[in-house]
């Protein structure tokens, strides 16, 4: 008789006992604590558009050197995160077919398959790397969107699949929602979920721990793994005492998520349910603000000390014309307001104290990106990898890998997020992972 069951997830484990949809949502509420170690967390920061110009971006070291004293001027507002900040340069896009068309492949190491004429009708061939980790883990991950427009593959970084995007949920108030229910249950209430949480993981313990002697070694070693993550959930329930409770989204009056005037409040407040959510279960998350083309964007938000009457797109293409001037102060104010929108994420993350002496921004690793390289070109492609990753990730330093394929990157996260691929996306294109050591 074959006992033998490949490919073990959490989910798949806990919906085959009999623990199904309706509990599974329960798993992504139990706050962080000491009782157990923290686990690794993913989350992908995407802004508008192409990458600044290497000019703006090298920080003037040699590949594998510490990163200066002072960081290139649009990454400034990242000073205080130096430590945790690995800089990624050179590498090449090998699939996009130039401009637009990156940011289909940015995730995917995928080539875009076009259905119209238009240049963003497209989607990409591939599962994106962040839904690939989500997948391996057995979780849902958080997919957010601030102006993200229309959907078309101009639009989506995230795919399931070939020609499979993913829709961002692009109101911060219903992404609340639908991460964290109600949050205003009764005590009674509280407590019966909680009861009721610690019932289901008790039985789910219970069963995996009979299954496992059922299985060969290199299964059982796999349960094994799944068991330890049902046992730490059940230990950081006995330490919390409760659900988790986040702090609900208060928008000021008139806020409308699909207008541009509120695009800064609605990517805080889109970065706030995020850091909730990662902090109350969630392992794997993103957030893309506006898209690849970036028309809809005019930063005329003066209480954000920007205000230029043109839009993102067309900053980035008077920059790449004339750069000097006017149009090299707008484009550098624009990436700076950007690279502070991320500086608001990393300082949510460093807030969450996992329990264990760790912050939430200790275990996760927040990959920034763009959608493709200065001038719509598919390198020189620069990225940038924040965080700890629970030990994983190195920072405080550059790396340059000149014609690298980016696929390469996609490889290397995934074995930072603990997983065996020695390839991402397509097999042809990529060489392998990265020496990010």
Same mark, same amino acid.
């Given at each position: 008789?074959?006992?033998?069951?490949?490919?073990?997830?959490?989910?798949?484990?806990?919906?085959?006992?009999?623990?199904?949809?309706?509990?599974?949502?329960?798993?992504?509420?139990?706050?962080?604590?000491?009782?157990?170690?923290?686990?690794?967390?993913?989350? @992908?920061?995407?802004?508008?558009?192409?990458?600044?110009? =290497?000019?703006?971006?090298?920080?003037?070291?040699?590949?594998?050197?510490?990163?200066?004293?002072?960081?290139?001027?649009?990454?400034?507002?990242?000073?205080?995160?130096?430590?945790?900040?690995?800089?990624?340069?050179?590498?090449?896009?090998?699939?996009?077919?130039?401009?637009?068309?990156? /940011?289909?492949?940015?995730?995917?190491?995928?080539?875009?398959?076009?259905?119209?004429?238009?240049?963003?009708?497209?989607?990409?061939?591939? !599962?994106?790397?962040?839904?690939?980790?989500?997948?391996?883990?057995?979780?849902?991950?958080?997919?957010?969107?601030?102006?993200?427009?229309?959907?078309? &593959?101009?639009?989506?970084?995230?795919?399931?699949?070939?020609?499979?995007?993913?829709?961002?949920?692009?109101?911060?108030?219903?992404?609340?929602?639908? @991460?964290?229910?109600?949050?205003?249950?009764?005590?009674?209430?509280?407590?019966?979920?909680?009861?009721?949480?610690?019932?289901?993981? %008790?039985?789910?313990?219970?069963?995996?721990?009979?299954?496992?002697?059922?299985?060969?070694?290199? %299964?059982?070693?796999?349960?094994?793994?799944?068991?330890?993550?049902?046992?730490?959930?059940?230990? =950081?329930?006995?330490?919390? #005492?409760?659900?988790?409770?986040?702090?609900?989204?208060?928008?000021?009056?008139?806020?409308?998520?699909?207008?541009?005037?509120?695009?800064?409040?609605?990517?805080?407040?889109?970065?706030?349910?995020?850091?909730?959510?990662?902090?109350? #279960?969630?392992?794997?998350?993103?957030?893309?603000?506006?898209?690849?083309?970036?028309?809809? /964007?005019?930063?005329?938000?003066?209480?954000?000390? !920007?205000? /230029?009457?043109?839009?993102?797109?067309? !900053?980035?293409?008077?920059?790449?014309?004339?750069?000097? &001037?006017?149009? =090299?102060?707008?484009?550098?104010?624009?990436? !700076?307001?950007?690279?502070?929108?991320?500086?608001?994420?990393?300082?949510?993350?460093?807030?969450?104290?996992?329990?264990?002496?760790?912050?939430?921004?200790?275990?996760?690793?927040?990959?920034?990106?763009? &959608?493709?390289?200065?001038?719509?070109?598919? %390198?020189?492609?620069?990225?940038?990898?924040?965080?700890?990753? #629970?030990?994983?990730?190195?920072?405080?330093?550059?790396?340059?890998?000149?014609?690298?394929?980016?696929?390469?990157?996609?490889?290397?996260?995934?074995?930072?997020?603990?997983?065996? %691929?020695e390839k991402f996306g397509d097999p042809a294109v990529c060489t392998g992972a990265l020496d990010l050591g």
């Amino acid at each position: 008789m074959n006992t033998r069951m490949p490919n073990i997830r959490r989910r798949t484990l806990l919906q085959g006992l009999g623990l199904g949809a309706g509990v599974l949502p329960f798993l992504r509420h139990i706050p962080s604590a000491a009782a157990a170690p923290a686990p690794k967390r993913l989350v @992908v920061f995407f802004t508008p558009n192409e990458s600044i110009d =290497k000019a703006h971006w090298d920080p003037g070291v040699a590949s594998g050197a510490a990163l200066p004293a002072a960081l290139p001027t649009v990454f400034s507002p990242l000073l205080p995160y130096k430590s945790k900040l690995l800089m990624v340069g050179d590498l090449d896009d090998k699939l996009a077919d130039g401009g637009h068309g990156g /940011i289909g492949s940015m995730l995917t190491g995928r080539m875009n398959q076009s259905f119209g004429s238009d240049v963003y009708d497209f989607w990409s061939t591939g !599962i994106s790397v962040d839904q690939h980790i989500a997948q391996q883990w057995g979780t849902t991950p958080l997919t957010l969107g601030a102006l993200p427009s229309a959907n078309n &593959g101009g639009s989506r970084i995230s795919y399931t699949g070939p020609a499979l995007p993913v829709s961002p949920y692009e109101d911060p108030l219903v992404a609340f929602e639908k @991460v964290f229910g109600d949050p205003d249950l009764s005590d009674e209430d509280k407590a019966k979920r909680a009861a009721q949480q610690a019932m289901v993981l %008790d039985s789910a313990a219970l069963q995996l721990g009979r299954i496992k002697g059922k299985l060969p070694q290199v %299964d059982a070693a796999k349960l094994e793994h799944h068991l330890e993550g049902v046992l730490a959930l059940r230990a =950081k329930l006995d330490a919390a #005492g409760a659900t988790c409770a986040p702090n609900p989204l208060v928008p000021g009056g008139g806020y409308d998520y699909k207008k541009n005037a509120y695009l800064p409040q609605t990517v805080r407040m889109q970065i706030d349910v995020l850091v909730q959510a990662l902090a109350c #279960g969630t392992r794997v998350g993103s957030l893309q603000i506006g898209n690849t083309g970036a028309s809809n /964007i005019t930063p005329v938000w003066p209480s954000e000390g !920007i205000d /230029i009457g043109i839009t993102a797109h067309n !900053i980035s293409h008077n920059y790449n014309d004339q750069p000097s &001037g006017a149009d =090299k102060s707008n484009r550098e104010a624009l990436e !700076i307001w950007y690279v502070k929108q991320l500086a608001y994420l990393l300082d949510g993350l460093a807030s969450v104290d996992e329990g264990d002496g760790t912050t939430l921004l200790d275990n996760t690793v927040v990959l920034w990106t763009k &959608g493709f390289a200065t001038k719509h070109k598919n %390198d020189p492609l620069f990225y940038m990898l924040i965080g700890g990753g #629970g030990g994983a990730l190195d920072g405080g330093r550059y790396l340059s890998f000149p014609g690298k394929p980016h696929n390469n990157l996609l490889a290397s996260l995934c074995q930072m997020m603990d997983l065996d %691929d020695e390839k991402f996306g397509d097999p042809a294109v990529c060489t392998g992972a990265l020496d990010l050591g």
